[in-house]
């Protein structure tokens, strides 16, 4: 297959409801093969799309970290003018992951999650939760408790604990002011999947065992729920 980016949008075209893993990877090198413009923004374009099978929608936006420097400005440039806040969050997802390169622009993600975190779209507030928790500081926890507190999706004040969770992770110094808000929370907190998620958070900060499993994807245990609340509570008195 000849690679020119014709080729590419029709070879995607065939895939994008669905392929197999070899052809996924195919598609992937032959789609970062080139830092072009056309390349560039065909790559984009795929950020926006609804109509495509979900495991071969989350390969292609990871493909942008392979891109490195280039693939970073590019999308912080980009993020600037979108309008859409969907393609907006997911391409402020895709800056978080370039923390790991060894050259990055970590802090300009940083600053705009910040900005994101007042947004009134529901998924920008959450993706701007999650790369703060990746790229954020202790100074970011005072914001964080706002979300935390008054967010008005459930999920939201559940991502907001698991920010400070992800700041303790990397200082341990901002144990102290995250627990201050955590304790708050867990006494106004009505919703069981936020409360497990506060409760994690208050377990891996404090580092006493409340019997939740931090890496489960299962639906909250109400039971256990009310046990680890009952012993957060103790803990923090």
């Not at 928790?133 to 008005?152: A, E, M, P, R």
């Not at 698991?162 to 201050?180: C, G, H, N, R, V």
């Not at 069981?192 to 580092?207: D, V, Y």
Request: glycine fraction near 4%.
């Amino acid at each position: 297959m000849t690679n020119t980016i014709e080729t590419i949008k029709d070879y995607f075209a065939k895939i994008k409801l669905g392929c197999d893993t070899p052809t996924m990877f195919d598609f992937g090198k032959r789609l970062i093969q080139s830092n072009t413009e056309d390349f560039l923004d065909f790559h984009y374009t795929i950020l926006a799309e609804r109509n495509i099978d979900k495991e071969l929608y989350d390969f292609i936006t990871k493909k942008f970290k392979d891109r490195h420097s280039v693939g970073e400005n590019y999308l912080l440039k980009r993020i600037v003018s979108e309008q859409d806040d969907f393609v907006k969050a997911m391409v402020l997802q895709v800056l978080g992951s370039f923390r790991y390169s060894r050259v990055n622009r970590s802090e300009e993600t940083a600053e705009l999650a910040r900005q994101f975190l007042i947004s009134e779209s529901n998924i920008l507030r959450c993706r701007a939760l999650w790369v703060i928790g990746w790229t954020g500081n202790v100074n970011d926890i005072d914001q964080i408790s706002s979300l935390l507190l008054n967010d008005q999706e459930n999920e939201n004040r559940c991502w907001a604990a698991t920010a400070m969770m992800q700041i303790y992770f990397k200082d341990k110094l901002s144990a102290e002011k995250s627990l201050y808000y955590l304790k708050i929370a867990i006494n106004q907190e009505a919703d069981l999947k936020a409360l497990e998620g506060i409760l994690i958070s208050i377990q891996e900060i404090t580092g006493k065992k409340l019997g939740l499993n931090a890496m489960s994807h299962n639906s909250p245990n109400a039971e256990k729920i009310t046990k680890a609340l009952k012993n957060a509570k103790r803990i923090l008195a």
